[in-house]
């Protein structure tokens, strides 16, 4: 006899089968009755096993920051958030106040919060508090204090709401201020909720403007050799800048994921192709030349390494793709498809470019949250687009259908840790066309993850010989049940390459 045996639960739509587990990965797969023997055995009394849930895009030391800290998500009001921040300055009454998750586009008062309301707060204390996208920030008086020459950035304002190139070295003040101690104990914040939920892999976005090659390196630290979720790092910076250096050092999966070719829609940041709706005077930036991409692309496709770009605008998009065609006709299609390289959120993305990251091999890492947070004729999207364009935003069912990769996270903190919620997101799209097919959507939430890394296993992840991450699911339906019902059911029990992790 040797390994776990899990038995009497549901696969798909099918009850009464097993599965048994040895030296971490799927060894048998079949009818409970036939089950051959094993040391130990995992009852699962009817209840639904399923391929483990792959986050495919977090930031895991700001996710336990807000796990474990402030969090301002729930504020619906300016007021709601001042009070939010004071609780939070009392109960912690030093250091660097961190929060994020404020969206000021349904408070009554018609604003944001400015440095003047954080001041009259937290006082003579650093703070950073980050919009919900994390693309821009209000910072206190204290922290801008503390970054020389701040006023003279790209995206600075007197009132201390920052986008851009000041955002971005406020944020790398505020959390470098936090020391290693927290920074741990948010991870495995992080770390553990992502457990709870059926989660067995994280794809961890990282890079020098959202967190530090240290903060990573700790992660990686954190769970080599230690039963718990999977982490599979990526850095987002490019590799005139020394960005393959660190994933070389790391061992890393990619070069990529949170490279910022532009920034979000909530922030009029992200690059687009016309001038936004409710501000008609921008259409967003780019952040880097043409050049830098397309040395970026050569350098990760000569090495044979993936690359990754944060592109939410198409404008953004467009670019991207144009770095990569470049390399496409200097190294070979062949060549650029056999990285399978990653485009992050393509919120706004054409038929013509969807059509360009099949013809490449490329990867949509996408949110369905998103859609479901911002998404529909009167919200976010509607009111920095207009309607026609909101109502194009996130097509899920074009990228699919066009037969582009697609993998579903959910940018932890920008959204939270919900894979079933991202599963039901998807398929129950705002613009109806757009939705995925309930099996598609859940296959995106788990097997796509394993296909974004390039680590899926040819037969997927449900076979013999596959990494045995597996999930066991408090719920008599099967999972075309949980599908059609949008249930979003208790994880009963983890196994990350077949060891339990759920008591």
């Keep these: 006899m040797s390994g776990l045996l899990v038995t009497d639960v549901t696969v798909g739509d099918r009850p009464g089968r097993a599965a048994l587990v040895e030296a971490g ?13 094993a040391d130990r055995v995992l009852d699962g009394a009817g209840a639904l096993l399923t391929p483990a849930f792959v986050d495919a895009h977090v930031h895991a030391t700001a996710t336990g920051l807000a796990l474990t800290g402030l969090d301002l998500h729930p504020a619906a009001s300016l007021r709601e958030a001042v009070a939010l921040l004071a609780a939070q300055t009392a109960a912690a009454p030093t250091g660097t106040v961190l929060g994020t998750g404020w969206d ?15 001041d009259a707060v937290v006082g003579d204390r650093p703070a950073y508090l980050a919009r919900v996208d994390v693309h821009s920030a209000t910072v206190s008086t204290a922290l801008l204090d503390r970054v020389p020459g701040v006023t003279a950035l790209a995206g600075y304002s007197p009132d201390g709401r920052l ?3 000041a955002h971005s070295a406020a944020r790398n003040a505020a959390y470098g201020s936090v020391p290693a101690d927290q920074r741990r104990t948010a991870q495995r914040a992080t770390l553990a909720a992502a457990t709870a939920l059926g989660i ?38 490019l590799s005139e800048r020394g960005g393959l250096d660190v994933v070389r050092e ?36 780019l952040r880097f030349e043409l050049g830098s991409l397309v040395e970026h692309v050569r350098a990760c496709t000569v090495a044979g390494l993936q690359a990754g770009f ?50 490449f091999g490329m990867v949509a890492s996408v949110q369905p949250a998103f859609d479901a947070t911002w998404g529909g004729p009167s919200r976010m999207y509607a009111e920095r687009l207009g309607a026609e364009r909101a109502a194009g935003t996130n097509p899920l069912a074009d990228l699919v259908d066009a ?35 309930p099996f598609d959507a859940f296959d995106a939430a788990t097997h796509g993850g394993w296909v974004a890394a390039r680590a899926a296993h040819p037969q997927g992840p449900l076979a013999v010989g596959a990494p045995a991450d597996l999930a066991l699911w408090a719920t008599a339906a099967t999972l075309s049940g949980v599908l059609a019902g949008r249930e979003r059911p208790a994880c009963r029990q983890l196994l990350v390459a077949g060891e339990p992790l759920l008591p």
């Design 25 to 37: 990965r799927i060894s048998w797969l079949g009818a409970a009755a036939d089950a051959p023997p």
């Design 104 to 118: 000021e586009t349904d408070w009554p008062e018609g604003r944001g919060l400015t440095r003047a309301d954080l």
């Design 163 to 165: 986008r851009l190139d």
């Design 200 to 237: 067995g892999t994280v794809h961890e976005m990282a890079g020098p403007e959202v967190s530090s090659a240290v903060d990573l390196a700790e992660l990686l630290a954190l769970t080599s050799g230690v039963p718990g979720p999977r982490v599979v790092g990526y850095w987002g910076e």
């Design 250 to 285: 790391l061992g890393l999966a990619g070069a990529g994921g949170d490279l910022f070719c532009d920034g979000a829609l909530g922030s009029h940041t992200a690059a687009l192709s016309q001038p936004y709706a409710d501000r008609p005077e921008t259409s967003g930036s």
């Design 310 to 359: 944060h592109c939410i605008g198409d404008a953004a998009v467009d670019q991207v793709l144009a770095a990569v065609a470049t390399v496409a006709e200097e190294l070979g299609r062949d060549a650029v498809r056999a990285c399978r390289h990653r485009l992050e959120h393509v919120e706004m993305v054409g038929e013509a470019a969807i059509d360009r990251m099949r013809r």
């Design 403 to 437: 037969d582009v990769a697609v993998a579903l996270g959910s940018d932890a903190p920008v959204t939270p840790l919900d894979p079933w919620g991202g599963v039901h997101a998807a398929v129950d799209h705002t613009t109806r066309s757009s939705g995925m097919r």
